[in-house]
């Protein structure tokens, strides 16, 4: 593969998928089909694997080229925000607050940590709902000036301000016999269907631990990718979510109830910024905004200082020592 790749190439690549064709992508970019034909085979020729396969009359994804698609839109996401800050300067303008945090911050509860800061309306804040990985990256790409993240961290580079710690909680229908409980006996579920988020390193992990240790097993389990969706689950009839607080709290959703369980299995998050970078006036204010909001909305919320352990993965009680 040569060394450089040509921008225009990419812009074609990601037109093709965005639009769904070589005609409407050269419609979308302002260039003619054949130049979007030929841009997109010097890109395959260039990275040296096919990017598309032809299914009838439609473009669809190789395996390859799904996997660097993604790449592509990271890369040309980051030129966009280049750009928009070259023009902010040239104009003056007051640099905007660049925040990246998973979804179950981005929810609700950060917007209103947000919305507590003296000048909030002013602010020029551009808010970024992305997967834990990509959060790692934004801040030590320097993207985003502050990020909130799932603990452990195993990427050097970045400085935790504050650790949460919450617990598991059971959200289930208003409607469901067991949403008479204050607190959801684990046990109770052992004939029901359990929705939790995807990551088996993460949240999943303590779930199917518990489990096991309780003798149940998840019966035809649903996973999903982040916690609204697993309460949008929940809402069609699908099963009881066992995932962390945030998000039923941040964006609660109408039917649906949240119960505490009878097993505490914490899952933790981070506050970071870059390491070595200083840090603003107005990222601390976020951070100590956000941290009441938690303190007064999240039940059993634990807030921190960070330790510096929290590059590791949090070791069950029985591993050796």
């Not at 607050?97 to 981005?106: D, K, N, R, T, V």
């Not at 609700?108 to 003296?118: H, K, S, Y």
């Not at 097993?263 to 601390?284: D, E, I, K, N």
């Not at 200082?305 to 020592?321: H, K, M, V």
Request: include cysteine.
């Amino acid at each position: 593969m040569d060394d450089s790749l040509d921008l225009r190439q990419l812009e074609a690549f990601a037109a093709v998928i965005s639009a769904g064709g070589i005609t409407a992508a050269a419609q979308l970019l302002g260039r003619s089909q054949p130049t979007i034909t030929r841009q997109m085979q010097d890109l395959e020729a260039q990275v040296g694997f096919p990017l598309l396969d032809r299914k009838g009359r439609r473009l669809v994804l190789t395996e390859r080229g799904g996997l660097f698609h993604a790449e592509v839109e990271r890369h040309l996401a980051s030129l966009q925000h280049l750009r928009s800050r070259a023009v902010g300067i040239l104009h003056g303008d007051t640099p905007a607050l660049e925040i990246a945090a998973i979804p179950a911050f981005a929810a609700g509860l950060l917007t209103q940590a947000v919305a507590r800061l003296p000048d909030a309306p002013g602010i020029r804040t551009h808010l970024q709902a992305v997967g834990g990985e990509e959060v790692v990256r934004l801040v030590l790409s320097r993207i985003a000036d502050l990020g909130l993240c799932s603990l452990p961290l195993r990427e050097p580079g970045l400085d935790v301000h504050f650790v949460v710690e919450v617990a598991c909680v059971a959200v289930l229908r208003a409607d469901d016999p067991l949403a008479q409980h204050t607190t959801l006996p684990l046990h109770l579920l052992a004939d029901r269907r359990l929705i939790t988020t995807a990551n088996p390193y993460r949240l999943r992990r303590h779930v199917d631990d518990a489990l096991r240790d309780a003798g149940l097993s998840r019966r035809q389990p649903l996973d999903t990718n982040t916690s609204f969706s697993a309460m949008g689950a929940v809402r069609a009839g699908l099963g009881i979510a066992l995932i962390e607080p945030l998000t039923p709290t941040g964006a609660p959703v109408e039917g649906l109830v949240v119960r505490a369980i009878d097993q505490h299995l914490p899952f933790r998050y981070g506050a970071v910024t870059a390491a070595g970078r200083p840090v603003s006036a107005l990222t601390l204010a976020v951070f100590a905004a956000l941290r009441t909001v938690l303190a007064e909305t999240v039940p059993g919320a634990v807030i921190s200082a960070a330790t510096g352990d929290e590059w590791l993965p949090a070791a069950r009680p029985d591993a050796a020592a």
